[in-house]
């Protein structure tokens, strides 16, 4: 089970943003984040807890290993109010996170 | 670059089977895994398998007494399908590919646009 928190969280532009996802056992650094916008499918940002994507604004940044993971956004932009998700990959079935809403205050 | 593009019907009638299909284009099929995911706003995403070449499979639990999957690499695509469906089952459905060729174990990267499907009479 992937618990995240906050499940909501009110945010300002510039703002430095913190999510984390805690796993109910060990999954290595196969963790991986995703963020979604309504309407959309999911899109991938971090790869393996901290592995950083090509393509994908700097201001994403993944940590953690075991059970323990935090995505941050440094310096929010408003294009980046969504809905963010963990997924473990380590155990089947694989999960994911309940997610985490971001919206503008 | 690899796309998926998915098909089926948006609305099912309470215990028939649904059934989507997503077909790949940019890559060949028999490299890597490919899974079905659903989203529903009660459960949120809910990983329902994956499929490799029609040689291997794995089902959640969850669902496992009545999801299908297939490749047909002649056509590059896969498909779902679940029977006995109920209104616990309607959800947006997306097909993703596994990050990796040959890796299971990894991330889904692309997704399908996702298709909602409605069980109701």
């Known amino acids: 089970v992937l618990t995240q928190s906050p499940g909501f969280q009110s945010v300002t532009p510039k703002e430095k943003v913190t999510i984390t996802c805690r796993a109910s056992?060990?999954?290595?650094?196969?963790l991986h984040w995703y963020q979604q916008k309504p309407g959309q499918p999911p899109k991938f940002l971090v790869k393996?807890?901290?592995q950083p994507i090509s393509g994908v604004p700097s201001r994403f940044s993944g940590s953690g290993s075991g059970t323990d993971f935090t995505l941050t956004i440094n310096g929010l932009e408003a294009e980046d109010v969504a809905t963010y998700y963990c997924?473990?990959?380590?155990?089947?079935?694989?999960?994911f996170g309940g997610g985490t809403k971001l919206e503008l205050k | 670059q690899v796309q998926l593009q998915q098909s089926g019907p948006g609305l099912v009638r309470p215990s028939e089977t649904l059934s989507l299909t997503c077909s790949v284009s940019?890559?060949?099929?028999?490299?890597?895994?490919w899974s079905w995911i659903r989203q529903t706003p009660e459960k949120g995403l809910e990983w329902i398998g994956y499929?490799?070449?029609?040689?291997?499979?794995f089902f959640n639990p969850s669902l496992k007494s009545r999801v299908t999957f297939s490749v047909d690499t002649t056509k590059n695509q896969f498909s779902l399908k679940l029977r006995s469906v109920t209104a616990a089952d309607t959800a947006v459905y997306y097909c993703?590919?596994?990050?990796?060729?040959?890796?299971?174990?990894?991330?889904?990267?692309?997704w399908g646009q996702g298709t909602l499907v409605a069980v109701s009479s």
């Open positions: 993703a590919r596994h990050g990796v060729a040959a890796g299971l174990r990894t991330w889904f990267d692309p």
């Open positions: 940019g890559d060949s099929i028999s490299f890597y895994y």
């Open positions: 499929i490799h070449n029609n040689e291997s499979r």
């Open positions: 056992q060990s999954v290595g650094s196969s």
């Open positions: 393996f807890a901290s």
């Open positions: 997924h473990q990959s380590s155990i089947l079935p694989q999960t």
